[in-house]
């Protein structure tokens, strides 16, 4: 069974700039979990759908959005990168919310 | 007060050491209970849930503590490639976030 897929793997962009990062969950999984882990920091959580909605989002500002598809995979987007954008993003999934969460390899961007 | 809490480390210990993390939580309706291990610049994977009645996995044991409001994790026989960052995982069921903490690193030295 595929695990989580996340594309690109690396990504670099400048200040200003939209950088739009992709995740395809488990099959069978309807729950997509965003994290934000900058160098050396814990996962801070951005966002998370189930079901094609936005359940609940971190403490982030409203540049940093996202969306599921009908397929579950999701997109994440973050508008007017700053510096501080620079972190691995990493997504996760979940069969039913709440449960086990399973993350994909991550999205290094790096916001130059 | 945080919502999860863990002691960042490092903690350094020897091969074949016991070692034991503890993670705290302030949501005293948190209803599932996660050990994840992360590797440098790797992803998130589990280690195991954490049940009630506690649970054991080879030299690994999680137990919960939901009157003092915390987990454990006890690794035995610590192994070089024991050396990761440990994540636990508080879940609140509904549409409440899922809440990591922000690790405890281990180093085995041989």
């Known amino acids: 069974e595929a695990g989580v897929t996340q594309s690109p793997t690396h990504l670099i962009k400048t200040r200003g700039q939209q950088a739009t990062l992709r995740c395809s969950p488990i099959?069978?999984?309807?729950?997509v979990y965003w994290y934000q882990q900058a160098l050396g920091l814990g996962l801070q959580f951005l966002l998370w759908?189930?079901?094609?909605?936005?359940?609940n989002r971190g403490n982030f500002p409203p540049r940093f959005s996202g969306r599921q598809f009908p397929n579950y995979s999701s997109e994440l987007n973050v508008n007017a990168l700053e510096l501080e954008d620079s972190a691995l993003y990493l997504c996760?999934?979940?069969?039913?919310?709440?449960?086990?969460?399973?993350f994909g390899p991550g999205t290094r961007l790096l916001v130059l | 007060r945080k919502e999860v809490e863990q002691d960042p480390g490092p903690f350094n210990v020897p091969e074949g050491a016991t070692v034991a993390f503890n993670c705290t939580y302030s949501?005293?309706?948190?209803?599932?209970f996660f050990w994840y291990r992360q590797d440098c610049r790797k992803e998130p994977k589990l280690l195991m849930s954490?049940?009630?009645s506690g649970n054991e996995d080879g030299r690994f044991t999680a137990q919960l503590n939901r009157a003092s409001q915390y987990i454990s994790l006890l690794i035995r026989d610590s192994k070089l490639s024991d050396s990761a960052t440990y994540l636990c995982?508080?879940?609140?069921?509904?549409?409440?976030?899922?809440?990591f903490g922000t690790g405890t690193k281990l180093q085995v030295i041989p």
């Open positions: 996760a999934s979940s069969a039913v919310r709440q449960e086990t969460q399973y």
């Open positions: 099959s069978g999984h309807t729950s």
């Open positions: 759908y189930d079901e094609g909605e936005e359940r």
């Open positions: 949501n005293s309706a948190s209803q599932s």
């Open positions: 954490v049940y009630s």
């Open positions: 995982v508080v879940n609140s069921g509904g549409y409440q976030k899922v809440t």
